[in-house]
């Protein structure tokens, strides 16, 4: 889709140096059609996802994949491959895949496949935006169920009808205009607790989404416009970790679902296993997740999902931009990631998990 372009006069008193239009939500939507089997799909895996969190459906949440995607065949590669295991295991487990599209930054850094879908810092977002839609219908038409981190509010329109699950972010969970966002999305949205592992933004942020609000944001159309929600009632808690250290222990579940209760909301969370619960290190969130399947076998109430990062090829290497010739098919330029072979051993253990808490009920 060619993009209009304007290059600002050298004598302007401005620091932007261009404007670039995108074409509107609308149009890209009809560019690149989520067709009736697609959407009712959505449909059905976003109300699984929201029985589960409400505790109406036993089945454990899992969402797992990449820590971001740079490479759509790899990514397509690794659900093909996965996808018989999460059939296998669907009675027990409700399998997402993490199709991370955006990708925020403490500091500098290539920022994910919708602003530099080339890897060559172009950030050509049109090209991205038309990628990381395509990659995420043509998931769907697999069967294979997406979750990604919304990280610009202005951009969700271009992708959210093809999504499950979302997440907001560590750095963004304070963010007025990201909890406003959240109140108008028709789908399940996990909140992050901050990166210092502060837990009462995210649950203030819970609270905010499940309101109604008015707020300014674009259209169908790409027109900015005032709208207005009902609010989602389906966001949740996600505890990631913090710099101070792990917060996925029995404690740790116990003091957020209370204090969920003080806050009159539902007393269920999901864990990320990866982030500042390992250390970024995928070993240790295969530990983290071992564990984790064996307190859902205990009973332990409040766990309705769990997240890790999975990809093709186990740990991570270094992007040289506009060198992508250079990479290891399959493996993280983000994050640290644990192979298939684990992610598949990791579901089989959560799903042990979920078989023996049944039988002790």
Known sequence: MPAEATTLAPTAPSRLLRSTRLPSPAGLRAAIPADPDVRAFVDASRSATAAILHGTDDRLLVIIGPCSVHDPAAALEYADRL???????????????????EKPRTALGWQGLVNDPGLDGGQDIDRGLTVSRRLLRDLARRGMPTATEFVDPLLTGYLADLV???????RTAQSPAHRQLCSAL???????????????????????????QTFSGLDADGA????????????????????????????????????????????????????????????????????LAVRVGDGEPGIAGVMVES??????????????????????????????????????????????ARRHR
Request: proline share 5%; with cysteine.
């Open 164 to 170: 499950t699950w979302a997440a907001i972010g560590a």
């Open 311 to 356: 990809f093709l090829r186990s740990g991570r290497q270094d992007l040289v931009t506009g060198r992508p010739d250079l990479l290891d098919h399959g493996r993280s330029i983000t994050d640290s990631c644990s192979d298939l072979d684990a992610a598949r051993t990791m579901l089989r253990q959560l799903a042990d998990g979920v078989e023996r």
């Open 224 to 291: 900015v416009s005032v709208l207005s929600s009902a609010g989602n009632p389906d966001c949740h808690v996600i505890l990631r970790g913090g710099d101070d250290g792990p917060n996925y222990s029995t404690a740790d579940v116990a003091a957020t679902t209370g204090l969920l209760r003080t806050s009159g909301l539902r007393p269920r969370l999901v864990v990320d296993a990866s982030h500042g619960n390992s250390g970024k290190d995928h070993l240790r969130a295969e530990q983290v997740v071992a564990e």
């Open 186 to 212: 028709d789908l399940p949205v996990g909140i992050k607790n901050t990166t210092a592992g502060n837990i009462g933004p995210a649950v203030d942020a819970v609270r905010v989404a499940a309101d109604p």
């Open 83 to 101: 996808l018989p295991t999460t059939r296998e295991l669907a009675d027990r487990l409700h399998v997402v895949l993490r199709c991370y599209v």
